[in-house]
Structures are given as C-alpha cells and as structure tokens.
C-alpha cells in the first residue's frame, strides 16, 4: 500500500510560481509511475502531467507543456511539479497519483491517490 502527501500548494498572483511535492511511502517509489491531476470546482478531474518511474520519460496535458514541469527524486520518494506563469485558470485542487507499470494519463488507470492540495491563483 502506498501512501501519498501534497504540499506546496496555496494562493498565489497570476504569473507566479509554486512548486507541488508528493511525498510516497510505504512501497518502492522506484517502481512508480507518478501522475499529477487536478480537480477545479464544478469540473472533471483532469490530467496534468506524468513521469516514469526512472524519471527518463514525461508527458503533459498540451495545454500545459512549457508553464509545468514534472520531476521525481527516488532518493527522496518525491515526485514534483513546477507550475510557472500561472493563470486564474490554473485554480484546482491538485492530486498526485501512483501505479505500477508505465505512465499513462487515464486517471482510472492509478492506483494509488494522495488527498490534494489547493491552489488558487489570483487575477
């Protein structure tokens, strides 16, 4: 069973920065792949973006390539994201995600989901 804690997130001003963590235990990270989703109110659960488990392949959601960029530290059983020019439309509630086997970008297909964090970008 692996468990999985967000951080980082709170309110920031449009064009700002954060930097999400998720922190996993209690099974071997290496083994993960990771994916960040994200939830804005009224809205489906959407895809942000995800890592393999050796960190040598990504993929993003199109709208988001080149503002977000997902990294992992195994060392640390850490997975991040750093969100850069960020927009009012940004504004979700931001999951991290784990399942065996390749990335894939199906949130039905992790296995493993932390409790969020929020972030609010303000205009």
């Known amino acids: 069973q692996v468990q999985l804690v967000e951080s980082g997130g709170g309110l920031v001003q449009a064009g700002g920065s954060l930097r999400l963590s998720c922190a996993a235990s209690g099974g071997i990270f290496s083994t993960y792949a990771m994916g960040w989703f994200r939830q804005a109110p009224g809205k489906e659960r959407e895809f942000v973006a995800a890592i393999s488990w050796s960190g040598g392949s990504t993929y993003y959601a199109d709208s988001l390539k080149g503002r977000f960029t997902i990294s992992r530290d195994n060392a640390e059983n850490t997975v991040y994201l750093q969100m850069n020019s960020l927009k009012p439309e940004d504004t979700a509630v931001y999951y991290c995600?784990?399942?065996?086997?390749?990335?894939?970008?199906?949130?039905?297909?992790?296995?493993?989901w932390g409790q969020g964090t929020q972030v609010t970008v303000s205009s």
């Open positions: 995600a784990a399942k065996r086997g390749v990335l894939r970008v199906g949130d039905y297909e992790y296995d493993y």
